[in-house]
């Protein structure tokens, strides 16, 4: 038989919104469990420097970061849990959620925190070419290309502070925009544009990536003449943008139109007693000091939803409206 557990609240994810929503509920003694997904950490643990987290005048790393909040989350009272949750049934109280460990969780309240992740161009060369010279992770991937001309495609702040980081190894650093503007802040652009290992396409889109087993080039399209050229490079970094962590709800919860979790100003979803913060409720701010506000919210919301529905039988249905 699959063993079982029960929890008055089951947190999904440990990105800074599933850590910070467990530090709340552990220090309202609701002993949380957290289960701590595919990527324990979440992006964080793929990014670098941090700059705007308040509270440190120096910069620091996002990993450790991270870790910092994982032991806060322990120290004061909550259980991570490696697993996946494969499977949710939000139509009963309590919610049961299945693990990929094959441990069914039995929770009275839930807190989503699945963040988002990484978009890709959806080209099938991009598919062939991933772990040959394509990669949306430069922390991980950089290394790789010392001494190397790669492109980044992607005007935001993850292009551009990722195409920044790339310059510690690559001789060059080729952004692919899809207009003539830049849509990172200020002062990611002042550092791209005083960088001299970084160069700029404007108004273009890769349509395919050339090569066998690695990257060899890539064809390009100028969406404002229409001309085609094609580049040389060694390496395709793509930063486009995120899509939310949201299948395993599908159906279940109401979301916008993008598949962001909709939320009201309790940060709690369309069914009572679930909640949800982060990248996976947030398209629009996606700061770690915003989801860590996010998650404060979830858990202390929570936390008094149980007290004022402690007296429900087990087993009432929630009616989803
Ligand atoms: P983003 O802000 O959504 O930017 C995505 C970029 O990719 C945009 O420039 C967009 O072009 C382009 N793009 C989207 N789809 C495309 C496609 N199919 N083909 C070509 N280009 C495409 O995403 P992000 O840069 O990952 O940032 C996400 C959030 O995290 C933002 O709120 C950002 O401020 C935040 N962030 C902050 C920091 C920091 O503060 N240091 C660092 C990283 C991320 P258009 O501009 O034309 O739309």
């Not at 089951?10 to 552990?26: F, R, V």
């Not at 950089?142 to 495609?153: A, D, L, S």
Request: proline letters at 3%; glycine letters at 12%.
């Amino acid at each position: 038989m699959n063993p079982e557990r029960h929890a008055k609240i089951l947190i999904i994810g440990s990105g800074p919104a599933g850590y910070t929503a467990a530090i709340y509920s552990a220090r309202a003694n609701l002993k949380p469990l957290l289960i701590e997904g595919l990527q324990p950490g979440g992006q964080m643990t793929i990014t670098t420097d941090v700059e705007n987290y308040p509270g440190f005048a120096d910069v620091i790393q996002g990993p450790w970061l991270m870790e910092q909040m994982r032991a806060q989350a322990q120290h004061v009272g909550t259980e991570i849990v490696s697993d996946i949750i494969t499977h949710v049934d939000l139509k009963h109280r309590p919610f049961r959620c299945v693990g990929d460990s094959g441990t069914i969780y039995w929770t009275e309240s839930l807190i989503i925190c699945t963040g988002a992740q990484a978009r890709w161009l959806g080209l099938e060369s991009e598919q062939r070419l991933r772990g040959g010279g394509v990669s949306a992770c430069a922390t991980c991937d950089g290394f790789f290309f010392r001494g190397k001309e790669i492109i980044v495609v992607g005007g935001g702040d993850s292009a551009i502070e990722e195409g920044i980081f790339l310059t510690r190894f690559a001789t060059s650093v080729t952004v692919i925009h899809r207009r003539d503007k830049l849509r990172a802040g200020q002062t990611l652009q002042d550092r791209a544009f005083a960088n001299e290992k970084m160069r700029f396409i404007w108004n273009s889109m890769v349509e395919r990536i050339e090569g066998g087993d690695s990257v060899e080039g890539v064809h390009l399209r100028n969406v404002e003449t229409g001309e085609a050229s094609v580049l040389e490079t060694q390496g395709v970094f793509i930063f486009i943008g995120h899509d939310p962590n949201n299948q395993i709800f599908s159906g279940q919860l109401e979301t916008t139109s993008d598949g962001y979790l909709v939320v009201d100003k309790h940060m709690m979803t369309s069914v009572p007693g679930v909640f949800a913060a982060g990248e996976i409720m947030d398209p629009i701010y996606r700061q770690v000091a915003t989801s860590v506000g996010q998650g404060a919210g979830a858990g202390m919301m929570a936390g008094r939803w149980l007290e004022e529905h402690e007296s429900l039988p087990q087993s009432i249905t929630i009616t989803t409206a």
